[in-house]
């Protein structure tokens, strides 16, 4: 079974500041997913992940495979990127995601 | 396109009531995935598809919940009987099987039982 872990839990800056998430796991796997869920509820997927890094706007995730490790940073950080973010591991021949707890994230204007 | 649907939005009941949540899947897609989530134990897969066939259902806390896919548009998550601890919001999600390990969430069904 693989355990995701993501730090911070909540994360406060200040708009404009440059934000890191993190997302270890326990066990390897085929794609790391990065979600954003809005304060509404909806849930959307940001990046899927099998290596390197992918960057979309001001959204840049990465992964260490060997490092059991990925990272989503946001640049030049807005008040509407406030979302809890969440990280979601596919092990390796399945097709089933398992979810990290997720990181709130607020951005005082 | 209209992504995934899930109806209702919201749904209150008391304890002991069947529960009916139904999601509507991205015309297309052949995977379709069951969540719940709660504040506790956050995101958690109940049970999904390929193919309207399912595929792993260990996620399914017990046998008063059931689910059903009985053609590519259309699937249902059933509670009978319902408990206070199975409140949560309910998402339902699709995805392409081969083309795509994207999959596009529905907006939940929040549940609250009595």
């Known amino acids: 079974k693989n355990e995701v872990e993501q730090s911070p839990q909540n994360l406060t800056a200040q708009e404009g500041e440059f934000i890191t998430i993190n997302c270890s796991y326990s066990?390897?796997?085929?794609?790391l997913h990065w979600l954003q869920q809005h304060p509404g509820g909806g849930i959307v997927s940001l990046f899927m992940?099998?290596?390197g890094k992918k960057k979309h706007g001001r959204l840049i995730a990465t992964i260490n495979i060997q490092e059991k490790h990925s990272s989503l940073h946001i640049t030049a950080s807005h008040p509407r990127d406030s979302a809890v973010y969440i990280c979601?591991?596919?092990?390796?021949?399945?097709?089933?995601?398992?979810f990290g707890q997720g990181t709130r994230l607020t951005i005082n204007p | 396109d209209a992504g995934v649907i899930q109806s209702p939005r919201h749904e209150v009941t008391e304890m002991g009531q069947e529960v009916t949540l139904r999601c509507k899947p991205i015309?297309?897609?052949?995977?379709l995935f069951w969540y719940r989530q709660t504040m506790m134990r956050g995101l958690e897969l109940l049970i999904y598809?390929?193919?309207?066939?399912?595929?792993?259902d260990s996620g399914m806390p017990e046998d008063r919940f059931s689910a059903k896919m009985p053609n590519a548009s259309f699937s249902t998550l059933k509670i009978q009987p319902s408990e206070p601890r199975d409140s949560a919001v309910y998402f339902c999600?699709?995805?392409?099987?081969?083309?795509?390990?994207?999959?596009?969430f529905g907006p939940g069904t929040r549940l609250t039982v009595l």
């Open positions: 999600a699709s995805s392409h099987l081969r083309l795509s390990d994207t999959q596009y």
């Open positions: 992940l099998s290596s």
């Open positions: 979601a591991v596919k092990n390796q021949g399945a097709q089933k995601l398992v």
């Open positions: 598809f390929n193919n309207n066939v399912p595929i792993d």
């Open positions: 015309s297309g897609h052949n995977s």
């Open positions: 066990v390897g796997i085929s794609a």
